[in-house]
């Protein structure tokens, strides 16, 4: 059964038609790609997806149910969590308190026990702190945990968004050029990473991402997008050779 | 048990601190008393508002209207209905001093109440607004309040508003001051403070993560706006007389000054400046000659102190930008940078002296002592931009750490 479906769904700003009918599947454990050249409409995708713009037609059904018009944080609250292309952390706040704020839309306690500072407010809070513990071991982060997130290393703040997004629990994490700036080594580890992530907790997960040998060695499948319409859909090696990908990414053969 | 025990014990001090607070200031001047009050109620009010401000990052600045209508509700009501036979019936049998403090409870909550409401009226159209544009509205949003107030002949337009009984407790008001302080101290200690904190950070990412944030905001302006009402509930019974402009726009202003100065965010910061803030001009009233009148500068004097004030200050921001280092080395160019602007000061007064008009020119410092309090506030933020606590809190192991010469941990709070 399909996870998540886009079904013809566009978006326009005006007159521009950032996102044309486009239309895929992501079934549950997917380890999907969304690329593209640059303007191709790949974030607006995600944008979509999360909420933050409402189709102008379309559908978007996740688990059976249309999504679109909901607010980003109940979309949160459903089990889609994304990270940013342009990092968006919380910068003055440490490494565990950004990843506990992913957390806390499960919190159960209510807003007079925590100002009381009653037993079950601090407990929740234990237990989230801990659970927060356990996703910054997955994205090997344990080791600064009262670091201020501004002040990490670059490829560190990427991991962060990442374990960020996995303390909501989501059941599809989307991951917006989570490469993007690192070093190959660094790209090698992130990779295994997010097919760890798949593998180890059955997250499905879609990525955008520039790089063709990240995303043509780490997906299973890839949906190619070119001025806001679909391309092309396929596994890698499909991918590769369709002649309007290469065309779109290259050029037009002189 | 444990930890019911410390609860017990913490709340007990609390409630006795206060009360050794007015058993102390007992036979001390009316002056002096309201001094402790106004800096009690400073304190609520900084602190509530560094809830909105520093914390959830919602740039308000027309708290003076929140702490009003507290003021004007339970004054209104203690005056209308305090008296009436059906209230006092109620209260039939108690001793007269406990029926007034009942009363007095209830319009503290009566009164938060009223400013949440007022709280959630200028919460709501400006969940769209941020920044520059929301202050503009919060601004607006307090001199309606203030204007309709005073053309109200019921409250008593611009003469103000007579509140009799009155109800003078220091106790009470310092209470509310370590409650306001609590709530948001623990709201930071839990998990549920992270919310608040991630709307001031970044609202995108911290909607994508789910955090409602029009719910957060709604809820920093009610928590907020309600200390601020219960402050001016208090504030109408002590003084027993309240006025419009007892809530002007400067009051808004200067609690926010309170906020900036103390360090946007940090709680202890906040209850720091305000105590400065409202002792500060209140001290440089006090300066008296040895014959009991006012004590004067010669221009030239002051004209030395400036010369001082900005030597000093211009070499100490310069040391603070110079890479320095070993610690006691730094520590010697501050001392240094001090001592040339107490020199400064000096060769200053010697020359400006021979300058007749100068020094023939007399002035009182209590006259301008608001400029001191204008000259301190710039000194300060130029010499401390983030604040004079910055956005750390107390805690005992800061006070560890102050002594062992390491390095303090960068985290807004301590999860």
Same mark, same amino acid.
């Given at each position: 059964?399909?996870?998540?479906?886009?079904?013809?769904?566009?978006?326009?700003?005006?007159?521009?038609?950032?996102?044309?009918?486009?239309?895929?599947?992501?079934?549950?454990?997917?380890?999907?790609?969304?690329?593209?050249?640059?303007?191709?409409?790949?974030?607006?995708?995600? =944008?979509?997806?999360?909420?933050?713009?409402?189709?102008?037609?379309?559908?978007?059904?996740? =688990?059976?149910?249309?999504?679109?018009?909901?607010?980003? =944080?109940?979309?949160?609250?459903?089990?889609?969590?994304?990270?940013?292309?342009?990092?968006?952390?919380?910068?003055?706040?440490?490494?565990?308190? =950004?990843?506990?704020?992913?957390?806390?839309?499960?919190?159960?306690?209510?807003?007079?026990?925590?100002?009381?500072?009653?037993?079950?407010?601090?407990?929740?809070?234990?237990?989230?702190?801990?659970?927060?513990?356990?996703?910054?071991?997955?994205?090997?982060?344990?080791?600064?945990?009262?670091?201020?997130?501004?002040?990490?290393?670059?490829?560190?703040?990427?991991?962060?968004?990442?374990?960020?997004?996995?303390?909501?629990?989501?059941?599809?994490?989307?991951?917006?050029?989570?490469?993007?700036?690192?070093?190959?080594?660094?790209?090698?580890?992130? %990779?295994?990473?997010?097919?760890?992530?798949?593998?180890?907790?059955?997250?499905?997960?879609?990525?955008?991402?520039?790089? %063709?040998?990240?995303?043509?060695?780490?997906?299973?499948?890839?949906?190619?997008?070119?001025?806001?319409?679909?391309?092309?859909?396929?596994?890698?090696?499909?991918?590769?050779?369709?002649?309007?990908?290469?065309?779109?990414?290259?050029?037009?053969?002189? | 048990?444990?930890?019911?025990?410390?609860?017990?014990?913490?709340?007990?001090?609390?409630? !006795?601190?206060?009360?050794?607070?007015?058993?102390?200031?007992?036979?001390?001047?009316?002056?002096?008393?309201?001094?402790?009050?106004?800096?009690?109620?400073?304190?609520?009010?900084?602190?509530?508002?560094?809830?909105?401000?520093?914390?959830?990052?919602?740039?308000?600045?027309?708290?003076?209207?929140?702490?009003?209508?507290?003021?004007?509700?339970?004054?209104?009501?203690?005056?209308?209905?305090? +008296?009436?036979?059906?209230?006092?019936?109620?209260?039939?049998?108690?001793?007269? +001093?406990?029926?007034?403090?009942?009363?007095?409870?209830?319009?503290?909550?009566?009164?938060?109440?009223?400013?949440?409401?007022?709280?959630?009226?200028? $919460?709501?159209?400006?969940?769209?607004?941020? $920044?520059?544009?929301?202050?503009?509205?919060?601004?607006?949003?307090?001199?309606?309040?203030?204007?309709?107030?005073? +053309?109200?002949?019921?409250?008593?337009?611009?003469?103000?508003? +007579?509140?009799?009984?009155?109800?003078?407790?220091?106790?009470?008001?310092? /209470?509310?001051?370590?409650?306001?302080?609590?709530?948001?101290?623990? &709201? &930071?200690?839990?998990?549920?403070?992270?919310?608040?904190?991630?709307?001031?950070?970044?609202?995108?990412?911290?909607?994508?993560?789910?955090?409602?944030?029009?719910?957060?905001?709604?809820?920093?302006?009610?928590? !907020?706006? #309600?200390?601020? !009402?219960?402050?001016?509930?208090?504030?109408?019974?002590?003084? $027993?007389?309240?006025?419009? #402009?007892?809530?002007?726009?400067?009051?808004?202003?200067?609690?926010?000054?309170?906020?900036?100065?103390?360090?946007?965010?940090?709680?202890?910061?906040?209850?720091?400046?305000?105590?400065? &803030?409202?002792?500060?001009?209140?001290?440089?009233?006090?300066?008296?000659?040895?014959?009991?009148?006012? /004590?004067?500068?010669?221009?030239?004097?002051?004209?030395?102190?400036?010369?001082?004030?900005?030597?000093?200050? $211009?070499?100490?921001?310069?040391?603070?930008?110079?890479?320095?280092?070993?610690? !006691?080395?730094?520590?010697?160019?501050?001392?240094?940078?001090?001592?040339?602007?107490?020199?400064?000061?000096?060769?200053?007064?010697?020359?400006?002296?021979?300058?007749?008009?100068?020094?023939?020119?007399?002035?009182?410092?209590?006259?301008?002592?608001?400029?001191?309090?204008?000259?301190?506030?710039?000194?300060?933020?130029?010499?401390?931009?983030?604040?004079?606590?910055?956005?750390?809190?107390?805690?005992?192991?800061?006070?560890?750490?102050?002594?062992?010469?390491?390095?303090?941990?960068?985290?807004?709070?301590?999860?």
């Amino acid at each position: 059964m399909s996870l998540l479906t886009l079904d013809k769904a566009t978006i326009r700003f005006g007159g521009l038609i950032a996102v044309n009918e486009v239309s895929f599947d992501l079934n549950k454990g997917d380890l999907f790609g969304l690329i593209g050249p640059n303007g191709a409409g790949k974030t607006t995708c995600f =944008n979509l997806i999360t909420g933050v713009y409402t189709p102008t037609s379309g559908d978007i059904i996740f =688990n059976g149910k249309k999504i679109q018009g909901t607010p980003p =944080n109940k979309i949160a609250g459903l089990g889609i969590c994304r990270t940013f292309q342009n990092i968006r952390l919380f910068p003055a706040l440490s490494v565990l308190e =950004n990843v506990v704020v992913g957390g806390y839309l499960r919190h159960r306690t209510s807003l007079a026990s925590a100002l009381l500072y009653l037993p079950p407010a601090l407990k929740e809070t234990e237990r989230l702190k801990a659970e927060a513990m356990e996703n910054l071991k997955i994205l090997d982060l344990d080791g600064v945990p009262n670091a201020r997130a501004a002040d990490l290393p670059y490829g560190m703040q990427r991991r962060l968004e990442i374990a960020r997004a996995m303390a909501t629990k989501p059941e599809l994490l989307l991951l917006d050029e989570p490469a993007a700036g690192m070093n190959p080594l660094e790209k090698q580890d992130l %990779m295994e990473t997010v097919r760890r992530i798949r593998d180890n907790y059955g997250i499905t997960i879609l990525v955008i991402e520039h790089d %063709m040998r990240f995303v043509m060695n780490l997906c299973e499948r890839i949906v190619v997008l070119d001025h806001g319409e679909e391309i092309a859909q396929g596994p890698p090696d499909q991918i590769r050779n369709d002649p309007k990908v290469i065309s779109a990414y290259l050029g037009e053969p002189v | 048990m444990k930890f019911w025990g410390i609860r017990l014990v913490s709340i007990l001090v609390a409630i !006795g601190a206060c009360f050794a607070l007015q058993g102390l200031t007992g036979h001390w001047s009316d002056y002096a008393q309201r001094i402790v009050v106004l800096i009690g109620l400073y304190v609520t009010l900084a602190v509530s508002l560094n809830l909105i401000n520093g914390i959830t990052g919602q740039f308000s600045i027309g708290h003076a209207a929140f702490y009003q209508v507290g003021a004007y509700t339970a004054g209104y009501l203690t005056l209308t209905y305090f +008296n009436s036979p059906r209230v006092q019936g109620m209260l039939h049998g108690l001793p007269a +001093n406990s029926r007034l403090t009942i009363w007095l409870l209830l319009m503290i909550i009566v009164g938060a109440l009223a400013a949440a409401l007022a709280g959630l009226l200028v $919460g709501l159209p400006s969940l769209r607004l941020k $920044g520059d544009y929301l202050a503009i509205v919060t601004l607006g949003f307090g001199e309606i309040i203030r204007i309709i107030v005073q +053309n109200q002949q019921a409250l008593g337009g611009s003469y103000g508003m +007579n509140v009799t009984p009155k109800y003078e407790s220091i106790a009470v008001i310092w /209470l509310l001051a370590i409650v306001c302080i609590a709530c948001c101290r623990n &709201l &930071l200690k839990t998990a549920h403070g992270l919310p608040f904190l991630s709307v001031r950070e970044d609202e995108v990412a911290g909607q994508a993560m789910g955090v409602n944030v029009t719910r957060t905001k709604v809820t920093a302006f009610l928590i !907020g706006s #309600a200390f601020a !009402g219960a402050a001016g509930a208090l504030l109408a019974h002590f003084e $027993g007389f309240i006025t419009p #402009a007892t809530f002007g726009m400067d009051v808004s202003f200067i609690i926010l000054t309170m906020v900036v100065l103390g360090g946007t965010g940090s709680i202890t910061g906040s209850v720091i400046a305000a105590a400065l &803030l409202t002792y500060l001009p209140e001290y440089l009233r006090g300066f008296k000659g040895a014959d009991g009148n006012a /004590l004067s500068l010669s221009g030239a004097n002051v004209v030395a102190w400036m010369v001082g004030v900005a030597l000093a200050v $211009g070499l100490l921001r310069w040391v603070m930008q110079k890479h320095i280092e070993s610690k !006691g080395k730094r520590l010697g160019f501050y001392v240094g940078a001090i001592v040339a602007g107490a020199v400064g000061r000096i060769v200053g007064n010697l020359v400006f002296a021979h300058i007749a008009p100068l020094q023939d020119k007399q002035i009182p410092i209590d006259q301008v002592r608001m400029v001191i309090f204008a000259v301190v506030l710039i000194v300060i933020m130029l010499l401390r931009p983030q604040g004079i606590f910055a956005h750390h809190e107390f805690s005992w192991s800061l006070v560890r750490r102050l002594f062992k010469r390491e390095e303090v941990p960068h985290t807004a709070v301590s999860v």
